[in-house]
């Protein structure tokens, strides 16, 4: 179930395309007014308005965006504005080709998706980097996993349990490390229970000295359409503390409160 909270009465796309410009104009950028739009708008109706917004102003939202944001809040909203398949693109992208290679977000991605959402992400990922840019490891990795079925590894781990009365996820820590035991962790804890799963990777990305904004922006953008009620339910069950009350603790400014409006407030602040 998402958190995402969108009008009840279907806006305009063009005339949030104008706000958005308006916001932009001028000195500084009328941040409030941008998350006010962005922040409540579904993948479809952000694409109508970057269509707009192109076709009124010959600009590209994204890029307009990223000249007036900054810092996490910049990060996280043109992760945001993306659709769903070309964010995961993204992230991978991201986390194989950069600076410093990100194989557990990579993995996370990867592993955490459906069969049918990883292929139209593979898609999305080849025509943003080229398919002869994509080196022999990055093109294995993609395809690792992506013809597992959930409910079939769900399957596999209870009849692995009642076989030898020990969970298959105690065996592939004992019998497996780095980055491919995370990739079966990723895998079995996902078909078991996803919230639980993204639960614990945010729970994590906040946990002691500082924050792992990376972590934190990733699955909260890539949740706030999916199942981020079913997040917050296991966050809270788990940790005795609303994930709201977490991010309003961890982030400051704009950031957090783009963040929030993703997440959804459970107190007023």
């Not at 993948?43 to 109508?48: F, L, S, V």
């Not at 603790?249 to 783009?258: H, I, K, L, P, V």
Request: aromatic share 8%; glycine share 4%.
């Amino acid at each position: 179930m998402a958190s995402l909270t969108v009008p009840p009465v279907p806006t305009w796309p063009r005339q949030d395309a104008i706000d958005l410009h308006k916001a932009f104009r001028g000195f500084g950028c009328d941040s409030t007014t941008v998350i006010s739009i962005l922040a409540h708008r579904d993948a479809a109706q952000r694409a109508a308005i970057q269509q707009e917004y192109r076709a009124v102003f010959n600009q590209d939202l994204a890029r307009r965006i990223a000249s007036e944001l900054s810092g996490n809040h910049k990060r996280a909203m043109l992760l945001w504005v993306l659709d769903p398949a070309t964010r995961d693109a993204t992230i991978l992208k991201q986390a194989l080709t950069g600076d410093v290679t990100n194989l557990r977000a990579a993995t996370e991605v990867v592993c955490s998706r459906t069969p049918s959402q990883l292929r139209v992400v593979r898609q999305a990922y080849r025509a943003r980097a080229g398919e002869r840019r994509l080196g022999t490891d990055e093109r294995a990795f993609i395809r690792v996993f992506s013809e597992r079925s959930w409910a079939h590894m769900a399957a596999v781990a209870r009849a692995y349990h009642h076989m030898y009365d020990r969970s298959l996820e105690q065996a592939v820590k004992s019998e497996t490390s780095g980055n491919f035991g995370f990739g079966l962790l990723t895998v079995l804890r996902s078909a078991d229970s996803p919230a639980r799963y993204f639960a614990r990777v945010l729970h994590k990305a906040m946990k002691g000295l500082g924050t792992s904004d990376s972590a934190l922006i990733r699955v909260v953008v890539t949740r706030a359409e999916i199942d981020m009620q079913y997040i917050k339910a296991e966050y809270h069950r788990m940790y005795k503390r609303s994930l709201a009350d977490a991010i309003h603790a961890e982030t400051s400014g704009n950031y957090r409160t783009f963040l929030l409006s993703l997440v959804g407030r459970d107190r007023t602040y």
